[in-house]
Nanobody, 120 residues
Framework: QVQLVESGGGLVQAGDSLRLSCAAS????????MSWFRQGPGKEREFVGR????????LYGDSVKGRFTISRDNAKNTVYLQMNSLKPEDTAVYYC?????????????WGQGTQVTVSS
């Protein structure tokens, strides 16, 4: 089992920045492929991005590309989501997720989510 705990959500204004953190436990963190998803009010869950085992291979959803950055600190068992130039449409519950294998559409483990609200 893998336990994931997100933190860092909150209420910000459009144009602000926010950094989310996700602490993982239960398996060697370096073996996990880490992802971020979000679900806005009345919307389907959306892929935000993912980072592979190493710290340089990342992939982002089109709606956040160029504004959001995923990073990980394997020594701290933590993955981060740096969100810049936030927009009201970024308002959502953000979920951290972990996969044991590449190419999996739905990650194996999920956090409880953290709310991000962007006011205009």
């Amino acid at each position: 089992q893998v336990q994931l705990v997100e933190s860092g959500g909150g209420l910000v204004q459009a144009g602000d920045s926010l950094r989310l953190s996700c602490a993982a436990s239960g398996r060697p963190f370096s073996m996990l492929i880490m992802s971020w998803f979000r679900q806005g009010p009345g919307k389907e869950r959306e892929f935000v991005g993912r980072i592979m085992w190493g710290e340089s291979s990342t992939l982002y959803g089109d709606s956040v590309k160029g504004r959001f950055t995923i990073s990980r600190d394997n020594a701290k068992n933590t993955v981060y989501l740096q969100m810049n130039s936030l927009k009201p449409e970024d308002t959502a519950v953000y979920y951290c997720a972990a996969s044991l294998r590449p190419g999996v559409q739905i990650p194996d483990y999920w956090g409880q989510g953290t709310q991000v609200t962007v006011s205009s």
